[in-house]
């Protein structure tokens, strides 16, 4: 049996970045731990990076974080750094492999997440889903969710939704979509919604939500593509041959834009059933078009 698809081959590049926060003086706390002192923030935020990277990764105790708090809510800065403060700690100490003030942090603000900003709740939020902690991640989520405003579940729908679809929750995902479509929003941020689906719904549920993403003109993400390949390959019923074989139909009938190595993954997944593979490309114009021989 012989198999022949056309594709353009390009790669997806994604890129992630935090909003610089303005300079504006910090003074909170008096002494936390020997290891963890807020005074070496005293200055702006742009300097928590740079001391985070040397701080000795150790748990913060509740009382020296309740103390900062307090200090943080009295303090002459910015409502805006109020607001902020928290979420960037996190964030950095998340990023900067900081596990055990990422666990102490998690534990304070989970305790009494009410009295932390929504920006900082989504933070946690996505460290919870990125981490696999959907046990704390739920009741936070809904949390979260009861203290929106109609206006606020428009404003953070996008966010929201990067979050969830880290998750089994995923399908709660469909609820900001719609808000989304209603009021206008560019639906291309909301595509998370079918790797989501790729790693957690029914195939018939990943095939429908591609054709509601289709209808509004979008495309699967390489990110789908790649989690759609990893699940099919160590899925050995025949229900994975069937669905992979149904996705490269919508390929072919599309000529949708995907990556070689997604074109490499599938050519995989075939020889390890026993098929037999080539990958060959051709130049056309400005793009590569990519040929998979099964």
Request: aromatic content about 14%; some cysteine.
């Amino acid at each position: 049996m012989e198999r022949r698809i056309l594709l353009i081959g390009m790669q997806w590049s994604f890129m992630s970045h935090f909003r610089a926060l303005p300079s504006r003086p910090l003074q909170i706390c008096s002494k936390m731990l020997t290891h963890f002192d807020f005074k070496q923030f005293k200055s702006d935020f742009r300097h928590l990076d740079s001391r985070l990277i040397n701080l000795d990764d150790v748990f913060i105790e509740k009382s020296k974080l309740e103390d900062a708090m307090s200090e943080l809510q009295l303090s002459e800065c910015s409502e805006y750094i109020k607001r902020s403060f928290w979420k960037r700690l996190i964030e950095i100490s998340w990023s900067h492999g900081k596990q055990n003030i990422v666990n102490s942090l998690l534990m304070f603000i989970l305790e009494s997440p009410n009295q932390h900003s929504h920006h900082t709740l989504l933070s946690v939020l996505k460290i919870l889903a990125h981490s696999g902690r959907f046990s704390e991640f739920k009741p936070l989520y809904y949390n979260f969710c009861s203290g929106l405003s109609p206006q606020e579940a428009v404003v953070f729908s996008a966010d929201i939704v990067s979050c969830l679809c880290l998750t089994p929750l995923y399908k709660e995902s469909f609820f900001y979509l719609d808000l989304a479509i209603k009021n206008g929003m560019p639906l291309g941020q909301f595509l998370c919604i079918l790797v989501g689906a790729a790693k957690y719904a029914p195939y018939v549920e990943v095939f429908e939500t591609i054709d509601l993403f289709h209808t509004h003109g979008l495309q699967p993400s390489n990110d789908f593509y790649l989690a759609f390949v990893n699940r099919v390959d160590i899925d050995r019923s025949v229900s994975a041959m069937h669905y992979m074989e149904r996705l490269l139909d919508k390929l072919s009938v599309h000529e949708w834009i995907i990556s070689s190595s997604i074109i490499t993954g599938v050519k995989r997944f075939f020889e390890r059933r026993g098929w037999t593979g080539t990958l060959g490309v051709k130049a056309m114009g400005l793009l590569p078009i990519v040929f998979a021989y099964f």
